[in-house]
């Protein structure tokens, strides 16, 4: 349980470092693709679509266990045009729905 503890810790620290950005960066701007499916891309999805219970409980951040209800919460888990949790292209597809819901 203290692992998972120290996991959330991280991917919130990663959420907010995620956010800043430099002098030369625009702050409106989308994220670069290269930086799908890192550890940052996954904790912003957590922040967006949360999957633990709100107690530290939940699938680790990134496995394929998260990817499934991240699927689930979203509505779009078992349709045949999600494409396959361990490629780029399922995180590009969570990256354009989750695009959608910022505020």
């Known amino acids: 349980?203290?692992?998972?503890?120290?996991?959330l810790?991280?991917?919130?620290l990663l959420a907010v470092t995620a956010g800043c950005?430099?002098?030369d960066e625009t702050p409106d701007s989308a994220?670069?693709?290269?930086s799908l499916c890192s550890d940052a891309w996954y904790a912003a999805v957590e922040e967006q679509v949360p999957?633990?219970?709100?107690?530290?409980h939940g699938p680790d951040i990134g496995?394929?266990?998260?990817?499934?209800v991240v699927e689930f919460k979203l509505g779009v888990r078992g349709q045949l045009?999600?494409?396959e949790r361990a490629s780029e292209a399922w995180c590009?597809?969570?990256?354009?729905l989750t695009a959608g819901s910022e505020q």
């Open 1 to 7: 349980m203290g692992a998972m503890v120290v996991r």
């Open 9 to 12: 810790c991280l991917a919130v």
């Open 21 to 23: 950005t430099g002098p």
């Open 31 to 34: 994220p670069a693709a290269e």
């Open 51 to 56: 999957t633990g219970d709100g107690h530290g």
């Open 63 to 68: 496995s394929d266990e998260w990817k499934s």
């Open 81 to 83: 045009d999600v494409p």
């Open 92 to 96: 590009d597809y969570i990256d354009r």
